[in-house]
């Protein structure tokens, strides 16, 4: 049962990188994500867990790479070339051509696509942010 432990601790573990994904760098974890850093265009991050971007998105982002939909990816400045939430896939054109502020992706089961979300909104929606945020604040 060890194993299962150390398993169930990688996998619900929230990794804190500090640093910038440039062109061609790909950014791969189990867990969540929490990126100190932007994401260049041409750069990638890769998570089996959410997605949290404390800076610009301009490349790539994967959450519940394992197939987690309801895995989530927020960013401080949100101007990707392509967001995925599992299987589902949401290329640039579906936002705003100036870039987003504070805004998460997510998927919307009625829908069946990734939408793009206030990050307030998602608060309300989502029950374990708040655990992440206690997690955060008790270490």
């Not at 995925?84 to 640039?92: E, H």
């Not at 009625?110 to 604040?137: A, C, P, T, Y």
């Amino acid at each position: 049962h060890r194993e299962d432990a150390i398993r169930w601790k990688e996998e619900s573990d929230i990794k804190i990188f500090n640093q910038i994904v440039r062109s061609g760098q790909v950014l791969s974890i189990t867990g969540d994500l929490l990126l100190v850093g932007d994401v260049n265009p041409g750069g990638k991050v890769v998570a089996t867990g959410n997605i949290y971007i404390m800076g610009n998105l301009y490349g790539i982002a994967h959450a519940g790479a394992a197939g987690d939909e309801n895995s989530f990816i927020a960013a401080s400045y949100m101007k990707p070339t392509q967001l995925r939430i599992a299987d589902y896939i949401s290329r640039a054109p579906d936002y705003e051509s100036k870039g987003v502020y504070m805004e998460c992706g997510i998927v919307d089961q009625k829908e069946k696509k990734i939408v793009i979300d206030k990050l307030q909104n998602l608060m309300r929606q989502r029950n374990e942010i708040s655990g992440f945020e206690r997690r955060v604040n008790n270490g």
